[in-house]
């Protein structure tokens, strides 16, 4: 049962973050019959206890338990109600992936593994920020003159707005403004920030704005700001946005730990002092 839920568990984040490909869907589907055993297996045995309580006033289990009452049979019932809960969200999960997550574009996969508030936060100047309870920070804008802060960066919907001048967007668009760059610079961008789908070779030549980001991705500040929106995301009770606000945070603190991890190896060990810098992106403007 544990070992099931864990699968089920796994799965979700994938589909969430990465989308599923042909063999998680295979898998997904030996599961659900693997469970559709299971589940039938425990009717029969139900219905044979069941005839027997109904006809003899009791019934034995295989492994030599007596039961007497239709009491006895509840652990059972409640065993079979939890597998074809499994079932069905396996069933569900599987479902999805038929309709829209047999493919997850490019650019969804970038956005979902960046992390919209340290984009906003390295060009932050105001020491004024402003966190609500889960992942909603809000600064001062970067794209008008404004003393509050007005600009409200929501992480987990990958939005940002400006309620002064009413600039929105996600990371891309935000890039592309602030940077003014066009997409697919941006989009190369934040490959290179977040080590998104690169070669360990690709890594080593960095762009001037790779290292603005990067720096600030791993400043203690940085983590400190996403400690304080993570613990008070703990504190919801459990909900949709909880959750993905939680999913998200996690997510950020990966990248960050994944980030690190090169950075020791190729800046500390593989690199000569003198930085090389990378020739400017493709289609950098
Ligand atoms: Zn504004």
């Known amino acids: 049962m544990e070992e099931y839920e864990q699968l089920l568990n796994e799965?979700?984040?994938?589909?969430?973050?990465?989308?599923?490909?042909?063999?998680?869907?295979?898998?997904m589907k030996r599961i659900i019959y693997r469970l559709d055993d299971i589940t039938q297996n425990l009717k029969a045995k139900l219905k044979k206890y069941q005839f027997g309580l109904k006809n003899y006033g009791l019934a034995c289990t295989e492994h030599g338990r007596l039961l007497t009452s239709?009491?006895?049979l509840k652990p059972l019932r409640q065993e079979l109600d939890d597998y074809l809960q499994l079932q069905l969200d396996f069933f569900?999960?599987?479902?999805?992936?038929?309709?829209?997550?047999?493919?997850?574009?490019?650019?969804e996969f970038v956005k979902?593994?960046?992390?919209?508030?340290?984009?906003?936060?390295?060009?932050?100047?105001?020491?004024r920020i402003y966190k609500s309870a889960y992942d909603r920070f809000s600064f001062c804008c970067q794209f008008h003159v404004d003393r509050h802060p007005s600009m409200e960066v929501v992480d987990h919907e990958q939005q940002f707005h400006c309620y002064g001048c009413g600039i929105s967007g996600d990371a891309i668009q935000y890039l592309q403004e602030y940077e003014n760059i066009s997409s697919p610079s941006a989009i190369h961008l934040l490959k290179e920030i977040y080590l998104i789908?690169?070669?360990?070779?690709?890594?080593?030549?960095?762009?001037?704005?790779v290292q603005k980001y990067r720096k600030s991705l791993l400043s203690p500040e940085f983590s400190a700001l996403l400690t304080v929106g993570k613990t008070r995301a703990e504190t919801l009770p459990d909900c949709y946005r909880?959750?993905?606000?939680?999913?998200?945070?996690?997510?950020?603190?990966?990248?960050?730990e994944r980030v690190q991890e090169k950075e020791t190896i190729y800046y500390k060990d593989n690199l000569p002092k003198q930085k090389v810098y990378r020739l400017p992106f493709p289609n950098f403007d």
């Open 11 to 27: 799965y979700a984040t994938k589909v969430f973050y990465e989308g599923l490909d042909i063999q998680d869907f295979k898998e």
């Open 70 to 72: 239709r009491e006895d």
């Open 92 to 107: 569900s999960l599987t479902l999805g992936f038929e309709k829209n997550a047999l493919y997850i574009r490019p650019t």
């Open 112 to 127: 979902r593994n960046t992390s919209l508030i340290h984009l906003v936060y390295t060009n932050n100047q105001s020491p």
């Open 197 to 209: 789908d690169m070669e360990d070779k690709d890594i080593r030549y960095q762009h001037p704005l």
């Open 242 to 256: 909880k959750r993905y606000a939680l999913m998200k945070y996690q997510q950020t603190f990966r990248s960050i």
